[in-house]
């Protein structure tokens, strides 16, 4: 998987400036991940954390989900990894493989992506029921900033143990 990561303008409008921050945290997690097998994408952090790029790949899949598509998007659809809804079981990437988490991860980030283009404006609401209040899209693609940047953080130290680099 070949990744491009495109640096954010520096003069741009609030969506496009949003757009481009959250792909370009996007890529940056992809490229963390980048030319690694599937043993090393598994390969867990220090004891007793059993967090792995893979883990978060499948983390950030789920997070993709729910924002986008189960609070803006109002689907009624359940969590890749955990019908239950439990959003822990994305992280035990033991018996998953590269190929399986980054496509259920690039499709999520698709369906995101039209999500986001077809609201109307940044200030379309929608119910986010784990916070019991309304939430902005606006709000949304900011979160997902951030939880993209929290766990790039990760995805340093993971790749540093890995690889003995901490990629890009």
């Given at each position: 998987?070949?990744?491009?990561?495109?640096?954010p303008?520096?003069?741009?409008?609030?969506?496009?400036?949003?757009?481009?921050?959250?792909?370009?945290?996007?890529?940056?997690?992809?490229?963390?991940?980048?030319?690694?097998?599937?043993?090393?994408?598994?390969?867990?952090?220090?004891?007793?954390?059993?967090?792995?790029?893979?883990?978060?790949?499948?983390?950030?899949?789920e997070?993709?989900?729910?924002?986008?598509?189960?609070?803006?998007?109002?689907?009624?659809v359940?969590?890749?990894?955990?019908?239950?809804?439990?959003?822990?079981?994305?992280?035990?990437?033991?018996?998953?493989?590269?190929?399986?988490?980054?496509?259920?991860?690039?499709a999520?980030?698709?369906?995101?992506?039209?999500?986001?283009?077809?609201?109307?404006?940044?200030?379309?609401?929608?119910?986010?029921?784990?916070?019991?209040?309304?939430?902005?899209?606006?709000?949304?693609?900011?979160?997902?900033?951030?939880?993209?940047?929290?766990?790039?953080?990760?995805?340093?130290?993971?790749?540093?143990?890995?690889?003995?680099?901490?990629?890009?």
């Amino acid at each position: 998987m070949a990744v491009e990561r495109v640096g954010p303008p520096s003069v741009a409008g609030e969506r496009e400036m949003l757009r481009a921050f959250l792909d370009f945290h996007r890529a940056t997690l992809a490229l963390k991940c980048e030319g690694l097998s599937d043993e090393e994408l598994r390969r867990t952090s220090m004891p007793p954390s059993t967090l792995s790029l893979l883990g978060l790949v499948r983390h950030m899949a789920e997070v993709e989900r729910t924002w986008f598509r189960r609070v803006i998007g109002k689907e009624d659809v359940p969590l890749v990894w955990s019908p239950e809804g439990d959003y822990q079981a994305a992280y035990d990437a033991s018996g998953s493989s590269g190929a399986e988490a980054f496509a259920a991860w690039q499709a999520e980030v698709e369906h995101s992506r039209r999500i986001e283009r077809a609201a109307e404006s940044l200030d379309v609401t929608a119910y986010q029921p784990r916070w019991g209040e309304e939430v902005s899209l606006r709000l949304v693609m900011l979160h997902m900033m951030h939880e993209y940047a929290r766990h790039n953080g990760h995805a340093d130290l993971l790749r540093e143990g890995v690889y003995g680099t901490v990629g890009v």
